[in-house]
């Protein structure tokens, strides 16, 4: 049976009094939670300029450095397959501990889920730290990428879920921002061990994220879990302390009473949409509905694990993952780490716009016109190294237009894909809608790591700049995408982005203003609290799993 809950609940029919005002109190209490993109950002960053040092090569391959008089002339690198395996694995296990999250988030908590991840990622670090050949590094990376997956999954939807609705974009987006700097602490490091001659020159970078699931998993369990996790749980009474805390409020506060009145009528409407059932029944609960209604439960999930999809391939893990590799075949580049840095150093001051962009404009304007800024700088990029590849000026010009089409991810598709899932999924799903979108990312991102060294390789297709007409051609894709089916989110709590689903269409979403509340309409007594029926049948709900 489910805690005793509270007695009854206040509730409102106001639109603008269903949240507290903000705090830096809870303000820094969420945005401690996106601390958790350091792990994605710092592991993409590290394996690849780990992969391009001279002594990782010699032992992984066991073949000798060349010497410095004939270095130019020689590519000293690691076989295709070999890049391949070392790269892709991590995303092939972000991708089932992503889905499995999904499950335990809802059995254990959001909170509980995000520290096994750190445990498990610390064991995987570990293994990869001992590592002295292929077979205990990529059992290592496979292991550490389950903690990935349950970290990647879970701190989006425990910051969607805590959020303020109006910083919620912003607090989001700080973990794409947390993934940038992971990319350039990893950079950093790399750069300072990349010439030496021993195991300290690879262990080194793959030891320090020790560090980061120690600072996550211990930081995070001083915060409260997710209000939205105890009412599906039927546990009122710690939704409000939770919430109290989160909103720096007393719990017997208007705003705090509300605010758990709107989560609790929502959700007792959606269970009355897709009833609960089985354990299997709810994950088919996340494909019921019409692929044409885009408040159906199908719709959400598709939109969801496509928007993640798409923001892989916009191409921009090709930069950070084959980056260092790639510049060194432009053949004109004297320092390929250096200028794989820089990239990094533009990724990490662009996304910090994005705070104030996507709560000023809106997710669905920054993904159209970031996929448009993209596409154009990438076919530039294409036309230029295939016309005149190898004109020292013209691979200048090269870089300079990827620095231009990472500023445009970093402030528009890096945050916006990530703050648009936490959003679009119901409370009886949101769980598994999450880590569902979140393991398409990994999937797709396993996927590029695997075909990618095929298609740049010289020993394999050997396409050099060439690659770029396929990312220009993926991000018009993307582009077209975000115009025709990304709804606009912005200012609504994660309860009215469900009415406004109901009511418009992704490209009139924009328009809608909310008009009433779920309490309003599930049933208020005359004393303004939420029907006892409600509270009483979702605390009945809530000892079902």
Known sequence: MPDRTLAEVSATSDVERIEAPITWKAYLMCAFAAFGGIYFGYDSGYINGVKGMDYFIRQQTGDPIPPPEVREDVTYALESWRDSLITSILSAGTFFGAIIAG???????????????????????????????????????????????????IIILYMSECSPKKIRGAIVSGYQFAITIGLLLANC??????????????????????????????????????????????????????????????????????????????????LQ????????????????????????????????????????????????????????????INDPFLISLITTLVNVCSTPISFWTIERFGRRPLLIWGALGMLICEFLVAIMGTADGDNPATVKAMIAFICIYIFFFASTWGPGAWVVIGEIFPLPIRSRGVGLS?????????????????????????????????WGSLCTACFVYAYFLVPETKGLSLEQVDKMLEETTPRNSSRWVPHTTFAAEAGMTEKGTLAPEILEDVERKGSVV
Not at 144 to 151: D, E, L, P, Q, R
Not at 243 to 257: F, H, K, M, N, T
Not at 439 to 468: H, M, R
Request: net charge positive.
């Open 103 to 153: 499950d335990l988030a809802d059995f254990i908590g959001r909170r509980l889920t995000i520290i096994v991840g750190c445990v498990v990622f610390l064991i995987g670090v570990i293994l990869q730290t001992a590592s002295t050949g292929l077979g205990l590094l990529v059992a290592g990376r496979l292991i550490a990428g389950f903690g990935v997956g349950f970290v990647s999954a």
């Open 189 to 270: 490091v790399n750069y300072a061990t990349q010439d030496r001659m021993d195991t300290g020159s690879y262990r080194i970078p793959i030891a320090i994220q020790m560090l980061w699931a120690l600072i996550l998993g211990g930081g995070i369990a001083f915060l409260p879990d997710s209000p939205r996790y105890f009412v599906k749980r039927g546990k009122l009474d710690k939704a409000a302390q939770s919430l109290a805390r989160l909103r720096s409020q007393p719990i017997g506060s208007d705003y705090v009473q509300h605010e758990l009145a709107e989560i609790v009528a929502n959700h007792e409407y959606e």
């Open 273 to 332: 949409v897709v009833p609960q059932g089985t354990y299997w029944s709810s994950w088919a609960n996340c494909f019921k509905g019409s692929l044409w209604k885009p408040s159906s439960n199908l719709r959400r999930t598709i939109l969801g694990t496509s928007m993640q999809m798409m923001q892989q391939w916009t191409g921009v893990n090709f930069i950070f993952y084959f980056g260092t590799t790639f510049f060194e075949q432009l053949g004109t």
């Open 438 to 470: 979140t393991s398409s990312n990994w999937l797709w991102n396993c996927i590029i790591t695997v075909i990618t060294p095929y298609l740049v390789g010289e020993d394999q297709g050997n396409l050099k700049a060439k690659v770029f007409f396929l």
